[in-house]
């Protein structure tokens, strides 16, 4: 029994070492699961955002082989527990781990990445929004010129900046930009309605004047009776269709001061603030417009028009029905122009020209221009190459040349002798050309002159005669300088034709019918007018060109009214003066380009049949090519044609005018 007892306490003394050595095991180790329940669930739940943020930065999930925090591995007796699985597969857990090990390390570590707002600059750059505080630098921003509906207006770009700016003003945290209160200094150029919004700013005051102008009132019989006995009280004393008194009838006033008078025969009277009558419409559609001083200046009657120029020249236009056309420049001269021929896209049409006595024929090419019909000129030959290098180029030594009017001067040019002089030598060709054409162009401007003479005598007893030459002189001579620009104007046309030239073999490719003429041809400015051509000044002053004054082409796009500017460059006495700026039509002036072509193969014919003859030098090759189409015989009734146009004119304006004179003694 005492061996038994013996062994009993013994085996409880066992069991009490056993008990005391577990006890130290059960505090280690539960204190540390406390903690480890206690702990982390808050702090992770808060740092889990942070911590999942900063999942794609392993780096800092890398910080798991810190030793110093797994120190307690270092303790043998407490790695026992490593046979316990379940507190090292804890480990495997670096959510609580992680947090555990490093949560006061750790988190300043991944704040860093999210306090690096350091770096953040990147996002908090509106340190760097100096960039949009830099509206000094606008210019960054005024490159909306990507914005092509701000730039569009780049003509006014310091105008309608300020307008674009308000984008950039918005940012009221910027008063910098605010502070451009200062720019309606820009916006103030309501000064100057002509350069902010051209095209906006007369609609805004159009208005104002069409108001005044659609503001017309329709008087009372009574009111128009009166307002008609003001206007007769003083006629007496003006000229032409201004002395006739003007017809009873319904009179309209609008807000120009301006009056139509509704007569009976159905006529209307347009009489101009000042009382003279502008234009009188009749039956049948017909018009008659008047000058203030009373003369008619056009006629329009059925498909027949009739423009008197300034000195008193008159041009008829007559549309046949089957679209030929009859054109009279005077008692002896013009054309008949008829459809010819349609070839590879292109229509042609030629022109039977009366003019000394003789008919002659040219082609021409019609194309189309925003809807405008052009008719360009077709040389009816060409000639070889090498003849047309011997013209543009410089002649080997500069010739003196005779001309045959020399010896006994014709009329024109002892009239225009203070206008024009040749050269006195010719180192090329284009120069002598230049002086041949100027010298065709007055010869026809001193015809013109006759012509007018002729028509003013014939005119009726109440037409007034055409105002005499204003006896200024010549405006300017032409200068060496302006027979130079001619002269380079005549080598253009010499590449031109020698280029057409070398294709003439070929059929001509196909054409665009829609396409700008040559006379808006942006490197051809320059044009000397062929015959009289009333036009008026940009600011309404009435004027008028004659053969041989040089006028310079300003813009390269026609107005509304197929009109473009010109500057004059020289003219003659009485002309319009020289700077003048004048409105032209495009029309025109491609009737002006195509007889410059037309007087350039003139004279190359004239220098080859004439080479090495009165002191020209020998030509290389005068042989020629046919033109582009061949030139078809010239129209036998030309001359008739023109007569009777001529006596249909006369009739036709004797008509008009005395039933547009037919005043208040027939209507009271």
């Known amino acids: 029994m005492s061996i038994s007892k013996r062994s009993h306490n013994i085996l409880w003394e066992g069991l009490a070492f056993l008990l005391l050595l577990m006890v130290p095991m059960l505090v280690w180790a539960n204190p540390d699961q406390k903690k480890k329940e206690n702990q982390p669930p808050p702090k992770v739940q808060q740092q889990k955002p942070q911590v999942q943020q900063a999942k794609p930065q392993p780096k800092y999930q890398q910080a798991k082989p810190q030793p110093q925090f797994q120190q307690p591995k270092a303790r043998p007796q407490f790695q026992q527990p490593k046979t316990q699985p379940k507190y090292q597969q804890a480990k495997p857990q670096p959510q609580f781990q992680q947090p555990k090990a490093q949560p006061q390390f750790q988190q300043p570590k991944a704040q860093p990445q999210f306090q690096q707002p350091k770096t953040q600059p990147q996002f908090q750059q509106p340190k760097t929004q100096p960039q949009f505080q830099q509206p000094k630098t606008q210019p960054q921003f005024q490159q909306p010129k990507t914005q092509p509906q701000f730039q569009q207006p780049k003509t006014q770009p310091q105008f309608q900046q300020p307008k674009t700016q308000p984008q950039f003003q918005q940012p009221k945290t910027q008063p910098q930009f605010q502070q451009p209160k200062t720019q309606p200094q820009f916006q103030q150029p309501k000064t100057q309605p002509q350069f902010q919004q051209p095209g906006q700013r007369p609609q805004g005051l159009q208005p104002k004047f069409q108001q005044g102008q659609q503001g017309q009132r329709t008087l009372t019989p009574t009111e128009s009776r009166q307002q008609i006995q003001n206007l007769n009280s003083n006629r007496a004393t003006m000229k032409g269709i201004n002395r006739n008194p003007l017809p009873q009838g319904q009179v309209t006033v609008r807000g120009d001061g301006s009056r139509t008078i509704a007569a009976s025969g159905g006529r209307q009277f347009q009489v101009r603030p000042n009382g003279t009558v502008a234009s009188v419409s009749l039956s049948g559609g017909r018009t008659a417009a008047f000058r203030p001083d009373g003369r008619v200046s056009a006629i329009h009657a059925g498909g027949m028009q009739i423009n008197h120029g300034l000195r008193g020249e008159r041009q008829i236009v007559t549309v046949r029905p089957d679209h030929s056309r009859v054109v009279s420049m005077g008692p002896h001269r013009g054309y008949v122009e008829r459809p010819y021929l349609a070839r590879n896209g292109r229509a042609y049409v030629q022109r039977t020209y009366w003019a000394g006595g003789r008919p002659y024929v040219r082609v021409y090419r019609a194309q189309y221009f925003r809807g405008v019909p052009y008719y360009g000129y077709v040389s009816p030959f060409f000639f070889h190459p090498r003849f047309y290098l011997w013209a543009y180029n410089p002649w080997r030594v500069p010739i003196y040349y005779r001309w045959p009017w020399f010896a006994a001067p014709p009329p024109w040019y002892s009239f225009y002798g203070g206008y024009f002089a040749p050269a006195p030598m010719y180192p090329t060709a284009a120069l002598w050309l230049t002086d041949f054409l100027l010298a065709e162009d007055l010869r026809l401007a001193y015809d013109a002159q006759r012509d007018a003479e002729a028509n003013a005598e014939a005119a009726q007893a109440n037409q007034p005669p055409p105002p005499a030459a204003e006896g200024r002189g010549y405006t300017s001579q032409i200068t060496p300088e302006m027979k130079q620009a001619i002269a380079e104007e005549v080598r253009a046309q010499l590449a031109a034709e020698q280029q057409g ?102 004279g190359l014919k004239t220098l080859a049949d004439n080479s090495g003859k009165g002191g020209l030098p020998p030509a290389p090759d005068t042989g020629t090519t046919a033109g582009e189409v061949p030139t078809p015989p010239p129209d036998a009734s030309v001359d008739s044609a023109l007569q009777a146009q001529q006596q249909q004119a006369d009739q036709t304006e004797k008509q008009v005018q005395q039933e547009a004179a037919q005043g208040g003694q027939n209507y009271y």
């Open 501 to 602: 030239a070398a294709t003439a073999p070929q059929q001509p490719a196909p054409g665009s019918t829609e396409a700008p003429p040559a006379a808006l041809d942006p490197a051809r400015r320059l044009f000397v007018v062929p015959s009289n051509l009333a036009v008026s000044t940009v600011d309404g002053q009435d004027c008028e060109l004659t053969s041989g004054d040089i006028i310079t082409r300003l813009d390269d796009t026609p107005d509304n009214n197929n009109k473009v500017r010109v500057s004059v460059s020289s003219s003659k006495g009485g002309d319009c003066g020289v700077g003048s700026t004048l409105m032209v039509d495009v029309n025109d002036l491609q009737e002006m380009q195509n007889q410059f072509g037309e007087k350039v193969d003139s």
